[in-house]
């Protein structure tokens, strides 16, 4: 039998409250996502003040997050350094924006978290920061 450990409500609620004070800290605002293992969202909060399309763009920077098992910033690098097209793998909620962050507890991704509304680069940042956040409280 196996067993799947995943995130859940509790640590989705972790990550949200992190970046969510990150972003205040900073005086910006955005769009903050949580999903398990499959991608699938567990949270989305949009502060106040972010771009409407920031919610879509962080929910599919989670999904690629965790069905890849890595920064959704990767693929978009793979795709131009190989020129094929970022939705290769047949789906269109794939993205190549960074912003996209996973959570790897015992070598296995068990969720992601994700920033949309700044810069690539900070999005990332702060994503990390969720995912720090979340892996501080599995000991």
Known sequence: MQTQIELGEAEARIAIDVCRA??????????????????????????????????????????????LGQPSGEVGRAA????????????LRYVGWDGGAPVVYEKRCVGSVAISGLSGAEDLEIAEIGVAAILATVG
């Open 22 to 67: 990150e972003l205040q800290r900073r005086g910006k605002s955005a769009s903050i996502a949580v999903g398990d293992r499959y991608g699938e969202l567990i949270a989305l909060w949009r502060m106040d003040g972010a771009a409407l399309p920031s919610t879509t763009i962080a929910a599919n920077k989670v999904y690629t997050a965790s069905r």
């Open 80 to 91: 131009l350094a190989e020129q094929w097209d970022v939705h290769y793998h047949g789906d």
